[in-house]
């Protein structure tokens, strides 16, 4: 009985911070997610860099002491230089195109049946003491007779469909030793009151990189895609907490 009451306590609680969490978010939309300091190398501007950055009146970068006199420095955009991600801090785009569907059905059926018949005609004449240790008149022609029968049947089927056609961007935030890249990407979409929000992380080849810097997600290893949102939409297809108890506390 304590046990109930300290679950029904803890669900109290619980369902009191989501109650009070929807209330200070009445009539306004959804908090994005602060962007992510993501680690950069240090690179050493090129002299068109700095060029470009007198032109526009941006702040140059802090002056990054020259390692050698040439032109073409490393870490600066050049014209013979592969523009496809390969460092921390790179960025490629992830191509995510999923168009599954799964169909699974199985039925099961078995029966069996069985019967037995004995009789004891004679066995040393003992066949007439049996009358005193069973009850009633014995048969002994008739001594065992049993017949057992079961039969068992199951049906089960799975329907499954899941489409995701978009495009987004992803940041490497690491090299492996053997050279591949892990990657992450999060993208947030509000629209009126409903945030969309889509997160991709996982590890890629530099080989499989497209010539336009490019990826498919078929083509990214232990890959996690996370498409969901939150907001009034997304709340109102939740059931209410009181209903989530419910299914989770009753037994039947």
Known sequence: MNRAV???SAAALLSGCS??????NVGRAPKMTAPEQSEVP??????????????????????????SASLFRTGAGAFFH????????????VR??????????????????????ADLGALLGLESQITKVLPGSVDPSKLVDTSTKSQSGGAGSMSRSEKIDMTMAAIVTGVLPNGNLLI????????????????????????DIARDN?????????ARISYGGRGQLTDAQQARWGQQIYDALFPF
């Open 214 to 222: 490019s990826i498919a997600h078929s083509q990214i290893a232990e």
């Open 82 to 93: 592969d523009q496809r991600a390969s460092r921390i801090g790179d960025i490629l785009t």
């Open 19 to 24: 109650v009070a969490s929807q209330l200070s």
């Open 96 to 117: 995510i195109k999923i168009s599954d569907k799964a169909e699974v059905g199985n039925s099961t059926t078995r029966s069996r049946s069985g019967s037995e018949t």
């Open 6 to 8: 300290l679950i029904l």
């Open 42 to 67: 240090v690179v050493e501007a090129s002299l068109a860099m700095q060029g470009a950055a007198a032109r526009t009146g941006a702040a140059a970068p802090p002056p990054v002491p020259a390692t």
């Open 184 to 207: 992450r990407g999060r993208q947030e979409v509000r629209v009126n009151f409903e945030l969309r929000e889509v997160i991709v992380t996982g590890i890629v080849r530099p080989e």
